[in-house]
């Protein structure tokens, strides 16, 4: 195990590391089976693949983009915008923007005609280019948006919005792909092996990051690296394989919530692309663990006194960065009415990790098990090796609970009520 | 019930009205025993009071803090900002602020060294007013923030740092009390019989909220309307004690998980101020259902798929505004590559509302238990309403689940750690 992995530790489990041994032959029948399947996974070796090319062209238009616009508006929804608004969320600042990029709208994800109306005006004074990303194109909401703001470009640019409308779809079929040949717009393909919420790490997310400032060469070097380390195909050697089987061994237990819990508020869309990510790969057939999230310490005081006294249904997951950039020192005070300067001279960021291991020990305590996910840094390496991290625990956890990780055939279902209803057909 | 009411409708009920008759006796009951109640529930007769003193004293600090700021900055954690940032999101643009009020930034609800750094650089060149809001003071997050800021405030502004520094506190005592008294700042009362989070129709809610830009007295209008209405004993009669009954009796027929779900994404933060509600009141004695949220139809692409077919452990409050202010066509486009022309001429929202309308239907049809909550429009007034229709709700199903609405021992766990910690002291 290298510095660079996820570290995982336990609290408070309710089972040992035998319990995790008899999973030792499952998990490695389980690997083989993904390793050699062809049925979308893609994503297993996609970082190992030789990407300079794509690496380049993606760049080039990013410094073009740069250049030529304030902002970047993507259109996507689910899997076609979790992974990299995650991302470029958490290593973004929190006022302003990164300053290797521009402004990265995300939209077509829901359908608010205040939203829309209000951004239209946005953008009127703003040079921009769009990016609509879907694999058939023929989703609602990211197809009325596209529809709209394609002619808003039209509008602006007259002629030159060709230029400035690039494409990330399938690369041989769908609605998209078609408007796209006709029209003349610049493309990204989704490789077809590679379903929605495991394509953050394809043109899909890099774009939009690379755009956002994100550097995405390193991004991929800890993608990249996950997927060689993990690899392993021993259990007792792959913490991703670990993570699932911990989970599935509580999942049995009867737990049936697990929360996601950061202490850096900038990992709060990091914990919605998780959700995604598992929620949609297990919740299927009437089983799977509810994925939800906190950012603490302000959940703490919302969501806390739950955790550590309500209903025993949940156990949580605590993910830390050992280090983040930016830090503030406790100010020493001579009037001292407020009794902290014990704390003065000590980092916020400090204070923060102890919150950290506070947590972790009373819900501990309270009966709450707790597993802890420690990354070194909080950077695009680490970020781009925690995706990979978590893809990989995702598809062995769903084969564990007997469930296809890669389908979303529940998704369908308000698309048709709503299709009905739109279209005045009888709702049976 | 007027047209002000929240109108309370069920989908896929496994139960009829008769099982809510049996709970007719201990409604009332329980009815008697809060409005007798001398125990933290001075928040049920508030909004009936007469508050046109208040009204005034906010309206002119708030004209005078918009002449003379860029940005006011709230300092608080829990109780003390989820409700101002609720109704703030949920009723300011989402690109920029209400012409008629300046920035909010809340901070002091969380530890990241990082945010607080960045934090300071924004305020540089800035003009400021800082609101620091805590019943004690000693509140680690809030305090070290304020410890920050109030130094920082001196730095800027010298001996008018007093002017420009609110604390809304206790009336009588606490650490922040004696520094108001004896540093002369302006101070607002936390009426000690109102606990933290069903304080946000208080001068906690109030100042932030006014200086926002939204109205005050339309918002406090809703909540004395609700608080008329509410007072129906009658079962049969008063829609928030539906919603808690009907929230008991999915719970004892074992769903453990109630998801609140808005249409809106402006929402999102008012969903968040409902979780710490109903989480901090129900979430003890190992008792409680768990409350999370979604904003469709984003999330109906990432966690649709558990609600549609995982575990059965959840059911599903719907949250809509028939009225919602700005909206937008969907454009005709002779090309029509998409198949969405027989969208066209209509608006965003009435899709929307349909698209809301589809997820009850195709969620009630896989299994799923969904309450719908319908108010006439997204303002100030019935954002009041509401408010008071979940705090009222939240009381009575507290009582239903024989635990204490008005008390949160579990949020102490983790504060003890956290200090030994820091102290070194032993954890034991």
Chains 1, 2 share one sequence.
Not at 148 to 155: D, G, I, N, S, T
Not at 194 to 212: D, H, K, Q
Not at 341 to 350: K, P
Request: proline share 3%; aromatic share 10%.
């Amino acid at each position: 195990m290298t510095t660079h992995s996820v570290q995982t530790t336990l609290l408070n489990c309710l089972f040992d590391y035998q319990d995790m041994e008899a999973y030792k032959d499952r998990v490695k029948q389980i690997h083989f089976e993904l390793e050699n399947s062809k049925d979308m996974t893609g994503w297993i070796n996609y970082p190992l693949m030789d990407h300079k090319a794509l690496f380049n062209e993606i760049e080039d238009l990013k410094s073009e983009i740069c250049i030529n616009a304030d902002v970047f508006v993507v259109i996507g929804i689910g899997g076609s915008f979790l992974g990299a608004r995650a991302v470029q969320e958490a290593l973004s600042p929190y006022f302003g923007v990164l300053k290797e990029g521009i402004e990265v709208i995300y939209v077509g994800h829901h359908m608010s005609g205040a939203y829309l109306e209000q951004l239209i005006h946005y953008l009127d004074d703003k040079e921009i280019y769009i990016n609509v990303i879907s694999k058939s194109g023929s989703t609602m909401e990211t197809a009325l948006a596209f529809r709209v703001l394609r002619q808003y470009m039209e509008k602006r640019y007259g002629e030159n919005a060709v230029n400035r409308i690039i494409v990330t779809t399938d690369p041989e079929r769908g609605i998209l792909k078609n408007i796209a040949e006709k029209e003349g717009y610049k493309q990204f393909a989704i490789p077809s092996n590679i379903g929605g919420r495991y394509s953050v790490l394809t043109p899909v997310g890099l774009l939009p990051l690379a755009v956002s400032g994100i550097d995405i060469r390193s991004f991929m070097d800890g993608a990249k690296n996950a997927a060689l380390e993990l690899k392993a195909v021993d259990l007792m050697r792959n913490h991703a394989y670990q993570y699932a089987v911990i989970r599935n061994i509580l999942y049995n237990e009867g737990y049936s919530v697990e929360m996601l819990a950061s202490f850096e508020p900038s990992l709060k869309k990091f914990h919605e692309w998780w959700m995604q990510l598992f929620g949609e790969s297990e919740g299927k057939e009437r089983k799977g663990l509810f994925p939800t999230c906190v950012t603490f310490s302000t959940d703490l005081h919302a969501i806390g006194q739950f955790i550590q006294e309500g209903s025993p249904i949940l156990f949580e997951t605590l993910l830390h960065f050992h280090e983040i950039d930016g830090d503030y020192d406790v100010p020493y005070d001579s009037r001292n009415e407020d009794g902290l300067n014990y704390l003065a001279g000590r980092s916020f960021n400090e204070i923060n990790a102890t919150s950290k291991q506070g947590t972790a020990l009373a819900h501990a305590e309270g009966g709450v098990p707790v597993i802890q996910l420690e990354m070194q840094k909080l950077d695009a390496y680490h970020l781009g090796y925690l995706i990979y991290f978590f893809m990989k625990a995702c598809a062995m956890s769903a084969k564990l609970l007997e469930v296809n990780p890669f389908d979303q055939p529940g998704v369908e279902a308000y698309k048709k009520k709503m299709l009905k209803l739109l279209k005045n057909e009888p709702l049976k």
